[in-house]
């Protein structure tokens, strides 16, 4: 007798908005082109960035791996793959930042069992492309209900009609404080980042 092995039903951008259990979101396979993440227990579907948002991330990535050497007690792990388990919501909330930084990721247990449930970043960046709504309206009330994220540095790469802009919300008590604007040419430190300093242009 031949035994038929049920497949994982692929997502597609028709999904947007349909109810899932996490199991079966992360074990799903994915049509490439688009991001999918679990928000209230629903598919979030946003299509993949343009390129100068990967010119803006590579830049900012490179920064903050070169602090990652020299400061590891303060940051000992960047990835661009995490997810944020965000607490308390209607269901299953898992935004995945496009960098997230972690100051004790912990290295010490088995590699093969690591979960993103188990672990919490300090720092999440946000390149803004073409889903506006989700980077400056979404993700800013997510990130905030996540006690451990300190700092949210969203970036807007910029187009015809708009200037670059490098937007900080940073943590106090458990709200958000009024963010602070940056843009070309200034520089960012925080003390969040002991001894860091970001010129900001991504075009050097």
Same mark, same amino acid.
């Given at each position: 007798?031949?035994?038929?092995? +049920?497949?994982? =039903?692929?997502?597609?951008?028709?999904?947007?908005?349909?109810?899932? %259990?996490?199991?079966?979101?992360?074990?799903?396979?994915?049509?490439? &082109?688009?991001?999918?993440?679990?928000?209230?227990?629903?598919?979030?579907? %946003?299509?993949? !960035?343009?390129?100068?948002?990967?010119?803006?991330?590579?830049?900012?990535?490179?920064?903050?791996?070169?602090? *990652?050497?020299?400061?590891?007690?303060?940051?000992?792990?960047? %990835?661009?793959?995490?997810?944020?388990?965000?607490?308390?919501?209607?269901?299953?909330?898992?935004?995945?930042?496009?960098?997230?930084?972690?100051?004790?990721?912990?290295?010490?247990?088995?590699?093969?069992?690591?979960?993103?449930?188990?672990?919490?970043?300090?720092?999440?960046?946000?390149? +803004?492309?073409?889903?506006?709504? *989700?980077?400056?309206? =979404?993700?800013?009330?997510?990130?905030?209900?996540?006690?451990?994220? =300190?700092?949210?540095?969203?970036?807007?790469? &910029?187009? +015809?009609?708009?200037?670059?802009?490098?937007?900080?919300?940073?943590?106090?008590?458990?709200?958000?404080?009024?963010?602070?604007?940056?843009?070309? &040419?200034?520089?960012?430190?925080? =003390?969040?980042?002991? &001894?860091?300093?970001?010129?900001?242009? !991504?075009?050097?």
């Amino acid at each position: 007798m031949i035994v038929k092995l +049920a497949t994982a =039903r692929e997502l597609t951008p028709a999904d947007h908005g349909r109810r899932m %259990s996490f199991e079966k979101f992360a074990t799903a396979p994915w049509r490439e &082109g688009f991001r999918y993440e679990l928000i209230d227990g629903r598919v979030y579907v %946003s299509p993949l !960035p343009n390129l100068p948002h990967d010119d803006v991330l590579e830049w900012l990535s490179e920064a903050l791996h070169a602090y *990652k050497h020299g400061r590891p007690d303060v940051i000992n792990r960047i %990835s661009t793959h995490g997810r944020v388990f965000v607490p308390d919501r209607p269901g299953v909330t898992c935004p995945e930042p496009d960098l997230a930084a972690y100051h004790d990721f912990p290295y010490h247990i088995p590699r093969l069992e690591r979960r993103w449930e188990d672990v919490s970043p300090v720092l999440v960046v946000e390149v +803004a492309s073409d889903d506006l709504a *989700k980077d400056f309206g =979404r993700n800013v009330e997510l990130y905030e209900q996540v006690p451990s994220i =300190r700092e949210y540095w969203l970036i807007h790469p &910029g187009d +015809a009609n708009t200037h670059f802009l490098f937007r900080v919300y940073r943590r106090r008590g458990q709200k958000w404080q009024k963010p602070i604007d940056l843009g070309f &040419g200034e520089t960012y430190t925080t =003390r969040l980042l002991p &001894g860091f300093s970001l010129l900001i242009n !991504p075009d050097a």
